[in-house]
């Protein structure tokens, strides 16, 4: 049903992502949020995107490198941008998982290059970021 459901696709590679990122299982956790990007960014649903954007960052945040935290941060930056532009941020009763995403990245970069990659995500272009989130690909 998922393949003839694409929005369902999306929201369970991302969802499976985020059960592995929780077990601590970084590759496996990657490699979903990743599936999940493809699909909602052929699907060019803002708000999928974002959520798969976001999901992507926490799968970064698990990496044991500085790059990928910056990507992290320049994800969670775009989500955020595409979220407000789309009819609004995430509700915080469903932040769990961003926010975590977002404190490891934070302990990662610290604030001040967390935030800046935050910024200038918010300004990048969404192709460019999927982009590089892709070529993370395990």
């Known amino acids: 049903r998922t393949q003839s459901v694409p929005y369902m696709r999306a929201l369970l590679s991302v969802a499976f992502g985020y059960l592995a990122d929780q077990r601590g299982d970084a590759a496996t956790a990657l490699q979903h949020q990743l599936d999940g990007l493809v699909t909602s960014h052929r699907l060019a649903s803002p708000r999928h995107v974002a959520y798969s ?3 992507t960052a926490g799968a ?17 930056g775009r989500a955020d941008h595409l979220r407000r532009g789309s009819g609004g941020p995430m509700p915080p009763a469903e932040r769990f998982d961003v ?20 910024a200038w995500g918010s300004d990048a272009d969404t192709v460019e970021l999927v982009t590089a989130a892709l070529e993370r690909r395990p």
């Open 53 to 55: 954007l976001e999901g």
């Open 60 to 76: 970064l945040a698990l990496a044991e490198d500085a790059a990928a935290h910056r990507l992290g941060a320049e994800l969670l």
């Open 99 to 118: 926010d975590r995403a977002e404190q490891r990245l934070r302990a990662a970069l610290g604030d001040a290059a967390f935030d800046e990659g935050f």
